[in-house]
């Protein structure tokens, strides 16, 4: 049976192998998604980090903060590609000529954003900072040092560090939010925490197999998680969409604003049909009880996606 610090290992040592190839992969060619799955690695590092820290020895470069900012660069060109692609791709097609040609400016300045934040990616990912910041890393995880805790075996510890993570979940102010618009930051909160809790989950699923609490499984549990996670960007990228338009923009573009409103309606309709279980005190308790029942062994290898 792996010891709490030896699953964290495995952890971190499979986002670093995807990181250094995914790195390579970027520096090669412009791939979006290529730029987004480094992004998701450098953030499930962050997280182990984050949950892992009272069971590894963890170097400075390991740091919460340290690893943050090799993906800031990263954050920024993601979220222009974002934007670019919904303004482009999904929305400007369905907009009549008159709007599409009053966006046709913002686009190509988008498009000049986009291509400066690519050349900050590469530079950052060749800059010396961050190539000693994965040489140190790897220099640790070759000769990696546990806690006394993180060498206790990790079934033991298991239910206290899922009711931890669940507890913070369910005690985000988002839960509570009934205005989309007007509560926008306290969503962005809740879905990192929706988040955080993902990949926590996910490391752990081996644990778990087929275990159902009230009918909900936890493999099945993960895949809610990241629906919401979904559903709460999607609100978000609007709310960031708006900002960038502007009231006065968007005054002269009524279709857009239509769709725009109906977008926000059909993630929101979503959201609240699925935020339930997080409110009800008997699914809360459901949720509970699903986590710190786990199985003897490893059934399911642990999943990967972003």
């Known amino acids: 049976m792996d010891s709490w610090g030896q699953q964290g290992l495995e952890n971190l040592q499979g986002s670093f192998r995807r990181i250094k190839r995914l790195r390579s992969e970027l520096l090669q060619k412009k791939d979006p998604e290529v730029l987004h799955q480094l992004r998701v690695n450098l ?4 997280s182990c980090v984050e949950q892992g820290a009272a069971a ?25 590609d974002v934007i ?49 910041w994965l040489q140190r890393c ?5 000769a990696p040092r546990l806690t006394p ?6 079934l033991e510890l298991l239910p206290d560090l899922q009711l931890r993570s669940l507890g913070s979940l369910l005690l985000q102010l988002g839960w509570q939010v009934e205005d989309p618009g007007s509560e926008a930051r306290s969503l962005h909160e809740l879905r990192k925490s929706v988040k955080a809790v993902r990949y926590q989950a996910e490391a752990f699923r081996s644990c778990y197999g087929l275990n159902k609490s009230s009918g909900l499984s936890y493999s099945s549990w993960i895949d809610e998680l990241k629906r919401l996670q979904e559903l709460l960007g999607n609100l978000q990228d609007l709310v960031v969409l708006r900002k960038l338009l502007g009231k006065k923009l968007l005054k002269q573009l009524p279709a857009l604003e239509e769709k725009l409103q109906a977008s926000q309606a059909e993630n929101w309709v979503a959201w609240l049909g699925l935020r339930g279980r997080y409110r009800d005190q008997a699914s809360r ?8 029942q786990m199985e003897s062994g490893p059934t399911t290898p642990p999943t990967t996606a972003p």
């Open 84 to 132: 670019n692609d919904q303004l482009s791709l999904l929305l400007l097609p369905q907009l009549p000529s008159q709007e599409q040609a009053l966006l046709n400016p913002l686009l190509e300045k988008l498009e000049g954003q986009r291509r400066q934040a690519r050349r900050l990616v590469n530079s950052h990912l060749l800059s010396p900072g961050h190539r000693h």
């Open 138 to 142: 790897g220099h640790w995880l070759e």
């Open 285 to 292: 308790q459901a949720l509970r009880l699903l986590v710190v």
């Open 149 to 154: 805790l993180g060498e206790r075996p990790l």
């Open 56 to 80: 590894l020895e963890l170097p400075r470069c390991l740091g919460a903060g340290s690893v943050a900012r090799q993906g800031r660069p990263l954050g920024r060109a993601r979220d222009l």
């Open 43 to 46: 953030r499930r590092v962050r």
